[in-house]
């Protein structure tokens, strides 16, 4: 390190589960290095490639660094800079004539996880609150797994994924971890060293698998039939904690006679394609474990029936009283442990706001056929929905809408960007204050500036702060900075976070909540309305759905034969290690250890259709079409294909991604996105050349 280089801690807010405490060495001025943070107990070190080179980033030439109004044709990208002051003159005039023609739910704010910082990303409910604008369900990531999970746990709490360690039996369900949650691929594999024999559930195989011993490969949207098919075995083998059940657990009698009679092997392996010897394998051990460990991801409740399957699984460890055996348990999520004053922040206690709610899934019918009102402006912050909303072919046309005035607050030059009316520049998390809560550990950290925005940069917070004002809005809440924030935050009377005042927090270390590492969360009881695990939910049941764990095909499944004949393939459109949603999309590195962008399809069905290996091929349903290049492998099942990474539709080879394939059906429960429930064809394309 040179002499006048210096060493700042921060940590990630990018949306992964693994909330990385980063050391980053900073030389005349300039951002030079990443590091791991040795001394977290999670992080242990090491970084993601993507953030262990997020300098790639920051700097990129797609950087936005002033702002800019619109001088080409919508969504042609072209922009000429303009002062701070005129843009926001402009939005503020543009939005006060909008009230004024179309009253105030005519705006739409759009925002979601760019940071998970709570600071930068709840800064803008308050103003548009005050503005009286539409509300936004922010449903795109993980409202049903949340659902499902608190029907049966109570709340978005877990095992801290560190006892897995003392696992002997892991199962890591629907999560390909070696991309979304790397820093728990060491604690496998020391468990793994011990012994444990871990199993992968995931309809293809990917870089997870390598860790496994064994892989499920159920096929997609299946996976509440897989559970209740193991719960048969369970019971049926008498594999269960009994002494567990009656203490800690509601409703065993009636789960215990719906698996016997609905759930037999053979049905569960015919509706799954998982075969009975592997479901009744999987059980013993499962059953018979010392101390089993379930993982379960998010991608496997983008289905139809996806919370229901969460909340089906999630009734596992309770069968085998996982949670009260050291180094057993489940682990799902650890946000709802972070219980700040939501409340305060977003100023729901004072603004009280009963607006039109939009779901943020239904993006592009919204912008095309809303009428009561219609949308005139839409606000764009920490998000970038011309890549990452379903049904992007309406997403776009509704964006190139010429009477839609829309405002992007953005770090790079994104695809959202060029159907911008208005650019305004966003630092990083390099360049500003926040505070950074988990999704997997229980750590919290604050995000501190290692280096000053670049060119004209304001963060979220600064942005709406001006913003209010340039609106007239004169009240107090919108001086707050990004310190008044956090201690409103803190202002709550939480047992986790007892104890974490503003003063521990800025000392930069990360605090642990009072969650133990080592003990059963939910020794002292579930969150559920009878502190039980639920196996019978009557919350369920007033919601209008069945009380007890069942399975209900999805619409578009091979079950519904008509769909199925004309798309006879599944589509996954999982995540990549390489891109973060898309926030990485725009790094040429990270887009060359990609590659090309890829379908991958079994031989039986590309031999099939003629498809060779490297052929383009044209994927297509009814909500549109997209081109990949062909990569045939047995790495996937037979009537299963596999798009990774969520490429900028501006680098694949037509003009869209794979969320034109994507469909704005909703799940069964919070009214979440479905991005891996898809029915497509699969043909090669005229003229295509190995
Ligand atoms: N590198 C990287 N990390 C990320 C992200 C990223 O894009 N890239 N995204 C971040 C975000 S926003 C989130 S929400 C999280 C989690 O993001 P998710 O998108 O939920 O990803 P995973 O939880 O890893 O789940 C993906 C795995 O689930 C499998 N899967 C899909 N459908 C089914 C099914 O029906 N049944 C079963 N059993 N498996 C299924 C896929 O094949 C894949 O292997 O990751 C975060 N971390
Ligand atoms: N096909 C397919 N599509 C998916 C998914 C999938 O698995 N498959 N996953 C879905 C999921 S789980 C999620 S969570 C969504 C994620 O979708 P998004 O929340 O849109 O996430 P990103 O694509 O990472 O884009 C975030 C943008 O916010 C910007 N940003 C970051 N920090 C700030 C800030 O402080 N201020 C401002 N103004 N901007 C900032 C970044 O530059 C980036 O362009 O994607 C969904 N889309
Ligand atoms: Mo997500």
Not at 84 to 94: F, G, H, P, Q
Not at 151 to 157: D, E, S
Not at 503 to 508: A, L, N, P, R, Y
Not at 635 to 656: F, I, N, Q, Y
Request: charged letters at 25%; hydrophobic letters at 35%.
């Amino acid at each position: 390190m040179k002499q006048d280089a210096r060493l700042h801690k921060t940590v990630c807010p990018l949306d992964c589960p693994d909330t990385c405490s980063i050391l980053v060495t900073v030389e005349d001025g300039r951002v030079t290095r990443l590091q791991g943070d040795p001394n977290h107990p999670f992080t242990r070190g090491f970084l993601c490639h993507k953030v262990a080179h997020y300098d790639r980033r920051l700097y990129s030439p797609l950087r936005v660094l002033y702002p800019q109004r619109r001088v080409g044709a919508k969504g042609d990208g072209k922009f000429a800079r303009v002062t701070w002051n005129e843009a926001l003159e402009e939005i503020a005039s543009r939005f006060k004539a909008i009230l004024a023609s179309d009253g105030g739910e005519a705006i739409l704010p759009y925002s979601y996880g760019g940071s998970l910082g709570i600071v930068q990303r709840l800064s803008g409910h308050r103003f548009f609150y005050r503005l009286g604008a539409s509300r936004l369900q922010r449903t795109i990531c993980d409202v049903a797994a949340m659902a499902g999970w608190e029907m049966t746990i109570g709340k978005g709490i877990s095992t801290d994924l560190v006892q897995a360690v003392h696992s002997d039996f892991i199962v890591i369900w629907g999560m390909n971890i070696a991309a979304t949650n790397v820093h728990f691929v060491p604690i496998v594999k020391e468990a793994k060293k011990c012994g444990a024999r871990v199993v992968q559930i995931d309809p293809y195989r990917n870089r997870t698998s390598h860790l496994a011993d064994e892989q499920v490969m159920p096929r997609p949207g299946t996976d509440g039939a897989l559970a209740l098919g193991l719960m048969h075995v369970l019971v049926r083998e008498d594999l269960v904690d009994h002494d567990y059940i009656a203490r800690h657990t509601l409703g065993y009698e009636a789960l215990r006679e719906r698996v016997l009679k609905e759930y037999p092997v053979e049905g569960v392996s015919r509706i799954t394609g998982v075969p009975e010897e592997q479901i009744v394998r999987v059980a013993r051990g499962y059953g018979r474990a010392q101390a089993p460990f379930l993982r379960v991801g998010f991608a496997l409740t983008r289905h139809e029936n996806g919370g229901m399957a969460m909340r089906t699984i999630a009734c596992l460890p309770g069968l085998v009283g996982a949670f009260g055996k050291p180094g057993g348990g489940a682990h799902h999520e650890t946000a709802e442990a972070f219980e700040f004053n939501y409340e305060r922040l977003k100023g729901d206690d004072q603004f009280k706001p009963a607006t039109r709610e939009i779901n943020m899934v239904k993006l592009g019918e919204v912008l095309l056929e809303e009428k009561d009102p219609p949308i005139k402006a839409l606000y764009v912050y920490n998000c970038n929905p011309a890549t990452i909303a379903p049904d992007q072919r309406r997403v776009h046309a509704g964006l190139r809408r010429e009477d839609l005035f829309t405002v992007v607050h953005e770090q790079v030059h994104t695809e959202t960007v060029d159907f911008a009316d208005i650019v305004l520049p966003a630092p990083t998390f390099l360049e500003y204050l926040d505070l950074c809560k988990s999704y997997g550990h229980y750590y919290l950290q604050m995000a501190k500036p290692v280096i000053a925005p670049l060119g004209e940069a304001k963060p979220n917070v600064e942005v709406f702060r001006l913003l209010a004002r340039h609106c007239g809005f004169d009240d107090p809440c919108f001086d707050d900075d990004e310190y008044d924030r956090m201690r409103q935050a803190l202002d709550t009377s939480s047992k986790f976070l007892a104890g974490i005042d503003f003063e521990k927090i800025e000392s930069g270390e990360p605090q642990r909540l009072n969650i133990s590492a080592h003990a059963d969360p939910f020794a002292a009881g579930f969150y559920t309305p009878s502190e039980k695990l639920e196996f019978y939910s009557e919350r369920m049941a007033r919601l209008g759905f069945d009380p007890l764990p069942s399975y209900t095909p999805c619409s578009a499944s091979p079950e519904n034969h008509a769909l199925h004949e004309k798309y006879p393939l599944q589509l996954l459109a999982p995540p990549s290690v390489h891109f973060l949603n898309s926030t990485f999309g725009a790094v040429d590195e990270q887009r060359r250890r990609m590659g090309r962008p890829s379908m991958k399809i079994h031989p039986a069905d590309a031999s099939t259709r003629n498809i060779a290996h490297g052929d383009r091929v044209r994927v297509s349903n009814d909500w549109g079409e997209c081109p990949f290049y062909a990569e045939v492998t047995e790495d996937t099942r037979p009537g299963v294909v596999v798009a990774e990474g969520l490429w900028w539709a501006k680098h694949m080879p037509g003009s869209h991604n794979v969320n034109t394939l994507v469909s704005t059906r909703l799940t069964d429960l919070g009214g979440g996105s479905t991005f891996q429930c898809n029915l497509v064809e699969v043909s090669k394309e005229v003229g295509s050349r190995q």
